[in-house]
Structure formats: C-alpha cells, structure tokens
C-alpha cells in the first residue's frame, strides 16, 4: 500500500509540476504584417521563463499569431541544439497537446556543455546566423486533432506556416514562429478568446536518449518518441504553459 501511496504521490507532484500554468496575459496587438519587422525585436516580453530561461513574446492581429521565444543563456540553447524545441499550442486553453510545432529538430550528435561552449565560440554573429541555416531547415507540424504530421523545410516557400531563428547582439538565440489564426479559429475574433502556449522543457537527456539519436532511424520518427528514450523519468521530461488573451483592434 505504502508504494501505491509513493506513486501516487509522485504522479501528482509531477502533474502539478508539468501542467503549472500562469494567469492569462494579454497579446500584443499588431498591426504589421511584415514577418521581419523590427517591432517583434525591439517590444518587450509577455512571460518569463526563469528555470528554462526563456521569454515569450506574443502578437496577434486578425490574420496571424506570432509567437517569439529568446534566451541568452548557452545551456538552453545547448538543449535546444541537442533534443529539439516543441512548441504546443492549444486555442481552448485547457492545456491539451492538440497542435504543435517541432523545430528545430533534435541533434543526430549531441553536444557536451564544454564542446558546444567551443562551437558557439568558433563564429562570428553573421556566421552563427549562417549556421543556423545551415542546422536547421526541417521542421514538424503535428495537428492531433486531424492526426496529420508534416514535414516542412524553411527552404521552401510556405505562407501558412514560418519559422525564423536568429542571434542578435542582445540575443543569443531568437526564435520567430507564425501561424495563421484560421488554424485554431474559423470566425472572426471575439475578444473572449484565450490560447495556452506550452514549452516541452528537458531537462538533460540519459543515456537511452542519446543511443537513440545514434541512429539514423530514430532521428526521422516523431519529436515525442525522441524526447527521452524509453526509459524516461518523470522529472526528465516537463512542460510549461503560459495563457494568452488573444487581442482584437
């Protein structure tokens, strides 16, 4: 009885730690169509991430919903490097992992902490813009609901789905995705409508993780039967969500 009370518990602990979600925030309007615009730089952030690093820029208007994920710290970027970056969106907020967008894609070499300091080291910012593009041009769209998964690349020229990733001098690692609002809402916006964005976190990959990555096959299968091997723990593999009022003009 004493092991079903254990489990229990760390089940709890672990929902109420992979679920935690922040009181809603309002997006910021925007006007602009243009995806490249300075504005998406230069506005301050929505949320803030502490223990992963990470802040969160949304913007709406009628057409899109652009979401802006940026860190400066080197670790998260490492992850990111090594184990992907989801992105799961739900336009219900009820927290459920119905769409997502998996990019960058993970690693088939991951990274230790001292040889990625050494590659980060190795360019100039132009040239680790350059090498972004170079690392990362496929990226997943997973829509559960219809259950369709696709695979895109940043090569090609795609109006429903883009993704930028860039480093700035402020900025180590800025990550651009947008998506037109006609994906989560089919009638023109009322104002009432609240959207949770949630960031699939790991913490540090096992050793099951990174012999799975050795292989050619299991770098193709889906983000989710990557993250962290069969042998995934509880506390390796968090999420966080964060609600967002969307804005109408």
Avoid at 128 to 151: C, G, H, Y
Avoid at 156 to 164: A, F, G, L, N, S
Avoid at 184 to 193: I, M, W
Wanted: contains cysteine.
């Amino acid at each position: 009885m004493s092991q079903i009370i254990q489990f229990a518990f760390l089940i709890s602990l672990f929902t109420l730690n992979s679920c935690a979600v922040k009181n809603q925030i309002s997006t910021y309007w925007q006007n602009e169509r243009d995806f490249s615009s300075k504005i998406y730089s230069t506005t301050e952030a929505n949320y803030y991430n502490a223990e992963d690093q990470i802040s969160v820029k949304v913007f709406n208007n009628d057409k899109f919903i652009d979401i802006i994920l940026e860190t400066n710290s080197t670790n998260t970027l490492r992850k990111i490097y090594n184990l992907g970056l989801s992105v799961w969106i739900d336009p219900e907020a009820k927290l459920q992992n119905n769409f997502a967008i998996n990019f960058p894609m993970p690693a088939k070499f991951p990274f230790t902490a001292e040889k990625f300091e050494n590659y980060l080291s190795r360019f100039s910012l132009t040239e680790l813009n350059e090498e972004f593009l170079d690392r990362f041009q496929i990226f997943e769209v997973v829509n559960v609901k219809k259950n369709e998964s696709l695979s895109i690349s940043t090569l090609q020229e795609d109006d429903t789905y883009q993704v930028k990733i860039s480093s700035k001098n402020e900025v180590l690692f800025s990550y651009h995705l947008r998506i037109p609002m006609s994906e989560f809402y089919s009638k023109n916006l009322s104002g009432n409508e609240i959207i949770s964005i949630g960031v699939a976190s790991i913490n540090e990959a096992n050793e099951e993780y990174h012999s799975a990555l050795s292989s050619k096959e299991y770098i193709n299968k889906r983000m989710e039967r990557l993250k962290a091997g069969y042998n995934q723990t509880p506390f390796e593999l968090t999420e966080w969500w964060a609600n967002f009022k969307i804005s109408t003009e």
